[in-house]
């Protein structure tokens, strides 16, 4: 149970803000090219490849977070409890 909490509480700010950030991004690149590109130059759309990096660095973050995991349970198993 604790674990999936865990995993929620971390999974939901990380999407968020990658989202946010890749927002962000892409509006200043946008207001940029608006600004320099001639009048008339087609607007480029992001690549598979932006995706494909976006997606790579998603699943690192995630796979850190999974390998913390059993840190977690062996820090709260029961046995590891001392009164004092």
Do not use: C, H, K, N
């Amino acid at each position: 149970m604790l674990s999936r909490v865990v995993l929620l509480e971390a999974a939901v700010p990380l999407m968020t803000a990658t989202m946010v950030a890749a927002a962000i991004a892409y509006a200043t690149s946008l207001t940029a090219f608006l600004r320099l590109a001639p009048a008339g130059t087609a607007i480029p759309q992001l690549g598979r490849d932006y995706y494909t990096i976006m997606g790579i660095g998603l699943a690192v973050a995630f796979g850190v977070i999974t390998l913390t995991l059993p840190l977690l349970r062996r820090m709260t198993a029961p046995s590891t409890i001392r009164f004092e």
